[in-house]
């Protein structure tokens, strides 16, 4: 119904711009004019047209139930309604407009998602805002087009002319012939729907809180992972402290996400026992239905795409793979390892020195150096990560993370740092150098990682995630079909940016064992706002202006390296 709702407001209002445009019968806008004067009749005409963009601009959030749009499209039908008879009896377009309001007053129960709420009064402060803002520069034009006037009007007449003209009607003032006249005209008109699309705009949105992990969740998840942390390599990064969480009725399983574009985007499997992931998952959709929101999951493992498919009714494909090393297995000797081999060697040779510890183990004067470093060697980039960045280094609570250091001649040069995958396993959350260092340091400190896994009691360690690995391998065999040929070069023109040809060679240097991921949508029609948001989260997409960039004001990433 929401969906029908919204393609019949839309056709109501095509039809209320095209009645708005289109001559009048005669006899009934002279019958009109009888009762009313002409000029309340242009103005109506002029508000049917506002009003037949308002209802089209309102389609998309009845369709996703917004209990605002609702609000708004059954009074400016009532309002359409009043507006075809003193714009010319259309007692036709009135009588339907009054009809579709019934309807939708009707239907009141199907229109639930929650706006935001602080957009409450930030949009009628907006509305207020422009409007002031059309009449003062509306005003200011008026004046400097002075010479182009016929006579010499006064303030009040020239209030009034640029009032009319916010909504496409002709007011006192006159021009003499030329262009003056109708640039006056479009100026006014485009301010006009400024002053009215931008705070329909703000009070439609889908809200996009700012996500606060709470101390109480984060102690309810870090016992979730101490019971059943071993299942995900991903599940320390739900300790994020910019998302937010949804818990299942038993607190058994819980689902870590973030807001971004409307999209409720959630990555790697739901935290805690797979029996009660379900309950989790229904938690997370009925929130994202609840603010009308899009449900996504990023990066989730077989499984977990499994029961989303199942439970949720998304829909998967596959994202890429994961490299996991086996410690045990893992060597370097044989020809496979010869790279890996001889640049450990040469490393070596120059003279670097690795420390594998715990952070736990590190110093808080030294803990903030490496920070410091960190932050100067990734210079003005901005920090990448969400689905497997943690977003901080030395904190507390995090002593059992593992950090790699790399020195030469005391000087640190390089810096790894993995999270506790469970009890055996750790998962690399950030990989950082000085771009002066000798090319083979990032594979002498893993090398050096997997040397004092026994040690640490250490099993597995998983590397960095490889996007549409498989395409790319697949895509450079012999007898690879044309298809898989063009996606495979559309990724290495892609590489260029984010790095996913790089990502996917390093990683095979160690011969890992590769690890599907997914991601689930809801459907095709959601896919381009899925990746959008993807890309927002993991800063691959930074918006480039100011105006953009408020929209990300109280919601960046807890990245303090």
Sequence with gaps: MPTAAAVGIVVLGVVDVVSAVTPERAGRLHAMT?????????????????????????????????RRAWRFAVGLLLLSSVLHVFKGLDAEEAAVTFVAAIVLLLLSRQFYAAGDPRTRWRAPASFVVLFVGSIIVGIGLTYAQHEELRGDPSLWTRLRHVLWG???????IHFRPGESGDFVADVLLALGAITVALPVYLALRAPEPRAVLTSAQEEQLRDLLCRQGARDSLGYFALRRDKAVV????????????????????????????????????????????HAWVPAVM?????????????????????????????????????????????????????????????????????????????????????????????????????????????????????????????DGLSLELMRRDRAADAGLNELMIVAAIGAAGELGVRRLSLNFAVFRSALERGGRL?????????????????????????YKFNAKFRPVWEPRFVCYPGAADIPRVALAALEAEAFLVWPNQWLAL??????AYVPY
């Design 34 to 66: 009888s009762v009313v004067s002409l000029a309340v009749a242009h103005a109506a005409s002029a508000a049917t047209a506002a009003t037949g963009l308002l209802l089209i601009l309102l389609g998309h959030g009845l369709r996703r139930r917004k």
């Design 166 to 172: 916010l909504i496409a009607v002709r007011g006192p």
């Design 299 to 423: 990066g989730c493992g077989e499984l977990a795409g499994e029961t989303w498919v199942r439970e949720g009714g998304l829909r998967a494909i596959e994202l890429g793979d994961e490299a996991v090393l086996d410690v045990a297995e893992f060597t370097l000797e044989g020809r496979a390892m010869r790279n890996v081999r001889q640049m450990v060697s040469r490393v070596e040779r120059a003279g670097y020195e690795t420390q594998v510890r715990r952070t736990r183990d590190i110093s808080a004067a030294e803990s903030l150096d490496i920070r410091r470093q960190a932050a100067a060697w990734r210079g003005a980039e901005v920090e990448r990560g969400f689905s497997m960045a943690l977003g901080r280094f030395g904190d507390p609570a995090d002593g059992e993370c593992v950090a790699v250091t790399a020195y030469k001649e005391k000087r640190l040069c390089a810096v790894l740092h993995f999270v506790p995958w469970g009890m």
């Design 247 to 290: 818990f299942s009725d038993s607190a058994k399983a819980a689902v870590t996400y973030r807001v971004l574009s409307g999209v409720m985007l959630a990555s790697g499997d739901p935290i805690g026992d797979p029996e009660a992931w379900p309950g989790a998952m229904r938690a997370f959709l009925a929130e994202a239905r609840r």
């Design 479 to 503: 007898g690879a079909g044309p298809v898989l040929r063009l996606w495979r070069e559309i990724l290495l023109i892609a590489s260029r940016w984010f790095q996913i040809e790089s990502l």
């Design 551 to 556: 929209r990300r004001v109280g919601k960046r």
